[in-house]
């Protein structure tokens, strides 16, 4: 039987996994900290700041053996040990001359040292750290080990290998040491002469290794200030981001659960920042959420009880028809439940219709339209086809075009259609409905006038709402649906448009209905 564990398909790392997993704030410290890790990798080329001085040191030994070494071989074999003395003393280094078989001819510390090493158990406990420092760090450069400096029991030439060096090369050699306190020990060896002798100069410079633990120690204040300094700042500027980040996520996760009718986002309105610009942006997309959430719930209340009043209807007639025997009130019961049933026919497809506008116009490509060529042609049709209502239809262009706005063909001949019918069945017969469109700065206006008994002031934002319908006088209960001037301002609004009742120019009796759209040079060739 297969292990479900080898079926189990095996997810790709992604390198930017782990900035996923962890939260903005460690990130934060992470990036300040790990600059200045970088930083602090220049502890590291305190080494070659080291290599140099003892380079130079290695130089200046160099000439000073070399000089010695020439005035030994110019200076009488009784002045030569006065010489050494006095060279080691103004020089603060330790000169012995070797004769040619390796004995110790003279020694410049007979007359009393000049320098003394320290004995690293007598130093105090900064010292002794100090040289741990020094030792971990040669351990992490990975430094070859420098030989310790010792003076043998016996001081012969053969005791420094230097000494055979220079006498084989005839030439200065220099070698590195360390001092008890590990602290370098620089030994220049150079032949005396041609006769075989040779003179080994020592030097402790423990200045060097000084030089170099006080630059370390300035440049690990100076890092560690900063350090402090930039988890600080890096804190600050993670509360700066963090805190209001986390208080729009509760807001949001309030409102996603819907325990609060009213969740109050906050709009951060003293930051400029694009912290505050979200903020905004969220609480303006909860407050539009919830209003969405209200409407579509008042529509939903508003269709149950459309569809209910039909349906109330329909079955106290269908129960009724069974009971009743007079074939005039079965027929009247009969035609009550037809029209009953093509009232809710209606409903449902105005319903399922305006239920659709919002998904095609997100995916709708605006273009330009014509008004002018589709408010006639749309005339035209109805005329064609007799759905006038026995009114005359006419399009009137006021100005010079053109007559073109950014929009969805199918969905601006819809408000038209429903503005056309709007004010067809409200208009007497053989009364006049005008279309008329006209330029208005950078928007286009169109505008559909009847001879009705117009709208009255007070009902002029009611006629948008859905299910809200003023009956032609003499017309059917249930003939309108109320919905066809709510679908018409839902598809001008989402044009970037608007659509509202007003007077007649002429002042005369009547209803007149105005779409505004923008140009289409004014408006973007997308519909977003």
Known sequence: MADPAATRPVRAWNRRDWTRRTSLTARILAVNIIAL????????YLDSYRKQLLAERFRLAQAEVAI????????APA????????????QELRLRFYAADGRLLADSFAAG?????????????????????????????????????????????????????????GASVIRLRAAPDETPMI???????????????????????????DARGTLAIVLAVTLLISIQLSLFLARTIVQPLRMLVRAAIRVRLGREREV????????????????????????????????????????????????????????????????????????????????????????????????QLTRSRFVAVNLLALARSLVAEREERGSDGRCTLAVIAVGNGPWDAPGDAAQLERVLENLLDNAISFSPPGGDVVVTLERQHDRLELAVTDEGPGIPLEARE?????????????????????LGLAIARTIAEAHDGSLFASDRADGKRGARLVLHLPLVDEAPEDGE
């Open 68 to 75: 010695a070494a020439e005035g030994l071989a110019a200076a």
């Open 264 to 359: 109050v986002v906050p709009r951060l309105p003293d930051r400029r920042d694009e912290i505050g610009l979200l903020a905004r942006a969220i609480s303006d997309m909860s407050s539009a959420l919830r209003h969405r959430i209200d409407a579509g719930e008042r529509f939903a209340a508003d269709v149950a009880h459309e569809i209910k009043n039909p349906l109330a209807s329909l079955r106290s007639a269908l129960e009724s028809l069974g009971k009743v025997e007079d074939e005039a009130l079965r027929r009247q019961l009969t035609e009550i439940a037809a029209h009953d049933v093509r009232r809710i026919d209606r409903l449902v497809t105005e319903i399922a219709e305006i239920s659709r506008i919002d998904a």
């Open 79 to 90: 002045r030569r040990e006065v010489l050494l003395t006095d060279i080691g003393r103004h």
């Open 462 to 482: 009611k006629v948008f709402e859905r299910f809200h319908s003023l009956r032609p006088q003499g017309e059917d209960f249930g003939s309108h649906s109320g």
């Open 37 to 44: 890790g970088l930083m602090a990798g220049s502890l590291f």
């Open 187 to 213: 030994n220049a060896a150079a032949p005396v002469g041609r006769d075989g002798s040779t003179l080994l100069a020592t030097r402790n410079a423990p200045d060097i290794t000084q030089a170099v633990r």
């Open 113 to 169: 040292p000049t320098f003394t090493l320290a004995d690293p158990e007598a130093q105090g406990i900064l010292l002794k750290a100090a040289r741990w420092i020094d030792a971990a760090m040669n351990w992490a450069l990975g430094s070859d080990p420098i030989p310790a400096y010792a003076d043998p029991a016996l001081d012969r030439a053969e005791a420094w290998p230097e000494l055979a060096e220079a006498r084989r090369l």
